[in-house]
RNA sequence: GGCGGAAUAGCCAAGUGGUAAGGCAGAGGUCUGCAAAACCUCUAUGCUCCAGUUCGAAUCUGGAUUCCGCCUCCA
């Protein structure tokens, strides 16, 4: 497969550096608070990777770290007046959480910068050994950016430039302004480990390098599009010197949620957490909004926006449930499908694959899937053509293909009817719709109804519609769902239902 | 200042040289007691603007405008 590498700002095919075998990591949280929408993109389009390379038969192992020792959560223990590790703790859990819910499928390894102090203490001395990094009077480890020529080659840029820069301030110790941190002496009350500098903690880029070191050189290595610098350039310039081994093959990067347009940062207040959203809509609508889009565009956040994905998600899920319905026939009959019909699905063939296969397209790739649901539609809505053993093939077939979808995308895998009606229930809620005052309406129309008094019934119905609730008359009696959004009238946006905070 | 990214219909969004996927919204039709859903048809002579290369450009080149990101912790 194609896959845009940062390093070479082209795509590139994906070669195992083992056959068979891929190994990818991705830089995850620091724990010290709960993870946002941006957060759940990252992990999104890398779970979305490894589904897709699973599926492919490669035996991925996917390695995910969490930085569980850093100032933000010795800040965070400190201010809460607890012990930093069960802030860590605490927030470690609540990304699995978090995680689970979005269905992102657990990392196959998940390592802990506190797990491998002593990792980070040998590649530290080893450095200094070689000559590349150097420890300070008062604890601190260096590394010698100047000792590494190929430095700024992932970012693309010159030591040089970056001198230019103004905000660059050399740190009393260091002997280059560029230098970065490897290992920081501890200040008194902070956690630290017994080292040949004295106590001290690692530095933030250094845990990386000595927790992918196993996997040199990695296949991919991958995280948000901040991390490329200084973090990632930095695990370069470390494991590189240190390792006289690649890093990784390739590096991907997603691009950012955006709310407004602008990255989302608390300093801005549009900060959203997974959990601020859930409280308003399904996991799985935030899962399409997040995949509906190419992973290295910048995406904005908007309520509207997942309003529209709740309406591709029932598109599809009512598609299933239909297609589940029409299968449920005992007799089918010799009819032919339509020959644009038998086309159309023939031609449909590996397209989702392939858009897959091209850097993650993925929301191409889900454009296939609309195509199937419209062709599948086409065949449910009519009576001769639904009972053709043509379509019953198809329709199976059709079942069939939206399981690798599933497995893949992580989407649509639900069993319909329960979806839709935890969709509903989900909706209901975020309207504060009373669901006992619609059932009685509901009632009281069917009864209308069936003593024809349709004065009544249309009396009936336009005081749900007033509730949000639509009506649908099916040959099996009355279902009922919600009005899909309330269109925005010549007086502005109707009042929007999602106060996520 | 340095480096990079993005501008496609009312909204969201694919498309990386061969004549604009898909979703939502909108119009008409079929179905329906009337509706809704579903289906069918239609909806950007044009992809920010200006030049250029080419038989052919949303796609390549040069320039302009606007927006965004990184250069400090950050997915």
């Not at 990392?107 to 200094?128: G, K």
């Not at 106590?199 to 250094?206: F, L, N």
């Not at 991907?252 to 990255?263: D, G, P, R, T, Y």
């Not at 649509?412 to 504060?432: I, S, T, W």
Request: hydrophobic letters at 40%; one cysteine or more.
């Amino acid at each position: 497969m194609q896959l845009y590498n940062t390093a070479s700002r082209a795509r590139q095919e994906l070669v195992p550096v083992r056959p068979g075998k891929v190994y990818m990591y991705v830089c995850g949280v620091t724990v010290y608070d709960l993870c946002h929408i941006g957060h759940a993109r990252s992990a999104l389009v890398f779970d979305v990777l490894v589904r897709h390379l699973r599926r492919k038969g490669l035996d991925v192992t996917m390695v995910r770290n969490f930085t569980d020792v850093d100032d933000k959560i010795i800040n965070r223990a400190n201010s809460e007046n607890r012990d930093w590790k069960e802030v860590a703790e605490t927030y470690i859990r609540a990304f699995h959480e978090d995680m689970d819910a979005l269905g992102v499928l657990r990392a196959d390894v998940e390592p802990r910068a506190t797990e491998h102090m002593q990792d980070i203490i040998n590649m530290c001395e080893e450095l200094i050994r070689q000559g590349k990094a150097y420890a300070t009077p008062s604890g601190d480890v260096y590394f010698r950016v100047r000792s590494f020529a190929q430095y700024g080659k992932l970012s693309h840029r010159s030591l040089d430039d970056m001198l230019a820069g103004a905000r660059v301030v050399p740190g009393e110790e260091k002997q280059d302004p560029m230098d970065f941190a490897l290992w920081k002496a501890a200040k008194p009350g902070e956690p630290f480990w017994e080292s040949p500098w004295g106590q001290g903690r690692p530095g933030w880029h250094i845990e990386c390098s000595a927790m992918s070191r196993p996997w040199l050189p990695l296949d991919i290595h991958g995280g948000g599009m901040d991390l490329i610098f200084p973090h990632h350039e930095n695990e370069i310039a470390q494991t590189e010197a240190c390792c006289d081994c690649e890093l990784a093959k390739l590096w991907m990067h997603n691009a950012f949620v955006q709310i407004n347009s602008e990255k989302m940062s608390k300093s801005l207040g549009n900060f959203k957490t997974i959990r601020d959203i859930l409280a308003s809509w399904l996991p799985e609508t935030l899962r399409y909004f997040l995949l509906s889009k190419q992973y290295r565009s910048p995406v904005d956040f908007t309520p509207e926006g997942m309003d529209d994905a709740e309406r591709a998600l029932i598109r599809v899920y009512e598609c299933l449930e239909q297609t589940k319905a029409g299968l449920a026939r005992a007799k089918w009959k010799k009819t032919a499908l339509p020959e644009d019909i038998t086309r159309e699905w023939a031609a449909l063939g590996r397209g989702f694959d392939e858009a897959m296969d091209d850097d993650l397209n993925t929301a191409m790739a889900m454009g296939h899937v609309f195509s199937m649901v419209r062709i599948c539609n086409r065949v449910l809505e009519d009576k001769t053509l639904k009972a053709a053993e043509a379509a019953r093939d198809l329709l199976t077939d059709f079942q069939k293909r939206m399981q690798v979808v599933c497995e893949e995308l992580g989407l649509f895998g639900q069993e319909p009817a329960a979806f839709l009606a935890a969709m509903r229930d989900c909706r209901c809620a975020r309207l504060a719709i009373d669901v006992a005052r619609v059932e009685e309406l509901l009632a009281a129309r069917a009864e209308a109804r069936a003593a024809k008094d349709f004065a009544a019934s249309d009396a009936l119905r336009d005081e749900l519609k007033a509730m949000h609730v639509e009506v649908r008359d099916t040959p099996q009696g009355q279902t009922w769902d919600l009005l899909i959004a309330v269109a925005p009238g010549p007086q502005g946006p109707a009042p929007s239902p999602h106060e996520p905070s």
